[in-house]
């Protein structure tokens, strides 16, 4: 499904915002020149593909050095760390991830036996119970809203899920008042069922009631995460890769 120009538009225009370019940089130019934002007290750098556009971000001496690769070698985690790593030796990659976005909710049903729940202790709980990497990956840390699923009586068919067992979250963050960057996370002994789809599915329309595009960032070494996000009426619109500097 493609997305309409408006949505486009207004994701080109965060996007813009987030990399310090101006708000129509993304819209002007040939598509084929790369946009450099050169910010030479930037903490990372990025490279971004949007749409018909790419963008780099970071310290001048970064940017400069870029211009002898191709998008397709910048968008690489290796490729983009070698280049940062020859001017800041103690850089670190954050990784590659591929940029979703979309229109309208998924029509989901939730399963017999569960509520939504916006309780802060039923996160936590859930954040308690799941490896760390898998906490930070998901932001709900740092989520600004947040709801789980939750069990609202003992399943007679799984004997492991108890009355109030907090079977998965997601949450949102907010970047520049236009995106919902949202995060699932799914209780490690409870995977596999469509429990966190169907709480993205809460997310995803809650994030509509309030004005927001929802974003869905799959990690390139994560492909459930990509085909989570396609059955969930998302639209592939680009790629980000990050490297930190030290």
Same mark, same amino acid.
Request: aromatic share 4%.
């Given at each position: 499904? /493609?997305?309409?120009?408006?949505?486009?538009?207004?994701?080109?225009?965060?996007? %813009?915002?987030?990399?310090?370019?101006?708000?129509?940089?993304?819209?002007?130019?040939?598509? %084929?020149?790369?946009?450099?934002?050169?910010?030479?007290?930037?903490?990372?750098?990025?490279?971004?593909?949007?749409?018909?556009?790419?963008?780099?971000?970071?310290?001048?001496?970064?940017?400069?050095?870029?211009?002898?690769?191709?998008?397709?070698?910048?968008?690489?985690?290796?490729?983009?760390?070698?280049?940062?790593?020859?001017?800041?030796?103690?850089?670190?990659?954050?990784?590659?991830?591929?940029?979703?976005?979309?229109?309208?909710?998924?029509?989901?049903?939730?399963?017999?036996?569960?509520?939504?729940?916006?309780?802060?202790?039923?996160?936590?709980?859930?954040?308690?119970?799941?490896?760390?990497?898998?906490?930070?990956?998901?932001?709900?840390?740092?989520?600004?809203?947040?709801?789980?699923?939750?069990?609202?009586?003992?399943?007679?068919?799984?004997?492991?899920?108890?009355?109030?067992?907090?079977? /998965?979250?997601?949450?949102?963050?907010?970047?520049?008042?236009?995106?919902?960057?949202?995060?699932?996370? %799914?209780?490690?002994?409870?995977?596999?069922?469509?429990?966190?789809?169907?709480?993205?599915?809460?997310?995803?329309?809650?994030?509509?009631?309030?004005?927001?595009?929802?974003?869905?960032?799959?990690?390139?070494?994560?492909?459930?995460?990509?085909?989570?996000?396609?059955?969930?009426?998302?639209?592939?619109?680009? %790629?980000?890769?990050?490297?930190?500097?030290?």
């Amino acid at each position: 499904m /493609s997305l309409t120009e408006q949505t486009r538009q207004i994701v080109k225009l965060a996007w %813009s915002r987030m990399l310090r370019l101006e708000d129509t940089d993304l819209d002007l130019g040939d598509p %084929s020149v790369r946009v450099e934002a050169v910010e030479d007290d930037a903490a990372a750098v990025t490279f971004v593909r949007l749409f018909d556009r790419t963008v780099i971000f970071g310290p001048s001496e970064v940017v400069g050095d870029a211009r002898r690769l191709d998008d397709d070698l910048l968008a690489q985690e290796r490729t983009l760390l070698d280049l940062v790593r020859a001017h800041h030796g103690g850089a670190r990659a954050l990784g590659a991830a591929q940029l979703f976005y979309c229109e309208e909710p998924p029509q989901v049903s939730p399963p017999s036996g569960v509520a939504v729940s916006f309780e802060p202790e039923h996160v936590a709980e859930l954040m308690a119970a799941c490896p760390a990497d898998d906490v930070a990956g998901s932001g709900l840390a740092d989520a600004v809203w947040a709801a789980t699923l939750v069990a609202d009586r003992a399943s007679p068919q799984d004997p492991q899920i108890a009355e109030e067992q907090v079977l /998965s979250a997601a949450g949102r963050e907010v970047w520049q008042q236009m995106i919902a960057q949202l995060g699932v996370l %799914s209780h490690p002994e409870h995977r596999g069922r469509g429990h966190g789809r169907c709480i993205a599915a809460v997310a995803m329309e809650e994030a509509f009631v309030d004005g927001l595009i929802p974003q869905w960032r799959a990690a390139l070494e994560n492909p459930s995460s990509r085909r989570a996000a396609i059955r969930l009426g998302f639209t592939l619109a680009g %790629s980000q890769t990050t490297v930190v500097l030290e």
